[in-house]
């Protein structure tokens, strides 16, 4: 089992940036695909980025190609998000995640078991 906190979130104007991070517990950590998910209010949940075990292999919602950039620190247990050129439809509850498999259902959030309690971003137009 693993324990997911994310930090790093924020009010930022729009074109900023941010980086999140998701500390893990647990020595397995470097086993698991990690993702990214967000939520805005009155949506759905959304898949935003993605990462396997090795860091090798990474997938990102068509939203935020080119402006997110997703990555793993497998010494210290850590995901990050780093977010550029942020726009005011990236405003949301942002979310961590950890799954066994990195598969073709790498963006379905019902594909990971584990999860954060989210961090906020808020961008300002």
């Known amino acids: 089992q693993v324990q997911l906190v994310e930090s790093g979130g924020g009010l930022v104007q729009a074109g900023g940036s941010l980086r999140l991070s998701c500390a893990a517990s647990?020595?397995?950590?470097?086993?698991?695909?990690m993702g990214w998910f967000r939520q805005a209010p009155g949506k759905e949940r959304e898949f935003v980025s993605a990462i396997n075990w090795r860091g090798r292999s990474t997938l990102y919602a068509d939203s935020v190609k080119g402006r997110f950039t997703i990555s793993r620190d497998n010494a210290k247990n850590t995901v990050y998000l780093q977010m550029n050129s942020l726009k005011p439809e990236d405003t949301a509850v942002y979310s961590c995640?950890?799954?066994?498999?990195?598969?073709?259902?790498?963006?379905?959030?019902?594909?990971?078991?584990?999860w954060g309690q989210g961090t906020q971003v808020t961008v300002s137009s």
């Open positions: 995640a950890a799954a066994v498999n990195y598969n073709d259902y790498v963006r379905d959030p019902n594909n990971y078991p584990y």
């Open positions: 647990g020595r397995t950590f470097s086993t698991y695909t």
